[in-house]
């Protein structure tokens, strides 16, 4: 049965991020993710993940700032001492929350210019490097041109290539389902390939990035093939709730855990 994280930056919002702890660990969770987790104390979230018996599945390096348009730097030649701050930034967060992944944000960029990907490949080793000693993955996530324009990993046979021709034990491939389905469609055979190179994936209904309970993916048939697979790694539900979170859960009953959390 696949492990799910409740994505805390989506879901859950009905109350403030500290307390959405406490509200997945309620709702049968047992592991979380965010995006961001850098306006809060890396113990203040510790805490909670302790406090709730929850595992921090995942969260991402920080990405510049957000509202001016910035979404990472890994692929920016012109943003190296961001992207080095971006790891010093992450580590105690992911020292505190215990987190064995992290997520690189590409930035926006041309990927068919020969210096941001030049640049990507630098980030990424360096940043593989970085994390290594501490048993910390680094992902690169495909993001579909709609939701991102202009970002610089949209294309998910890309980042397999490169992946593999890196051959870096902690670089790996973090495949969003919602994503790959925008992007190019034929999720099944993408997840039987890709397998052995994926570090997480992520779930959300296409096309309104609501709960994985229809639309275009058949997801009790994919959760099914993850079984057949044999995935061991994280499923992020990072949708947006139609409305009540919990009340949105109807999907995820038959993988809740049932015994009360701590
Ligand atoms: O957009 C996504 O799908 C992500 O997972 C990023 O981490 C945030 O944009
Ligand atoms: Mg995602």
Known sequence: MPRFAANLTLMFTEVPLLERFAAAAAAGFTAVEMLFPYDYAPGALGDRLERH???QALFNLWPG?????????????DKFAELQDSLRRALPYAQATGAKRVHMMAGIADRHDIATVAAFRKSLAVAAHFFAPHGIDVLIEPINGRDMPGYFLNDVDFARDLIRELQIPNVKLQLDLYHCQILHGDVTMRLRELLPII?????????SRQEPDGEELNYPFLFDELDRLGYTGFVGCEYWPRGDTVAGLGWFQRYARKTAPR
Do not use: M, N
């Not at 570090?199 to 096309?207: E, F, L, N, R």
């Open 53 to 55: 018996g929850l595992t």
């Open 65 to 77: 700032d957000w509202a001016s348009g910035e979404r990472g730097f890994a692929a920016r030649p």
């Open 199 to 207: 570090g997480h994936i992520q779930i959300a209904s296409v096309p």
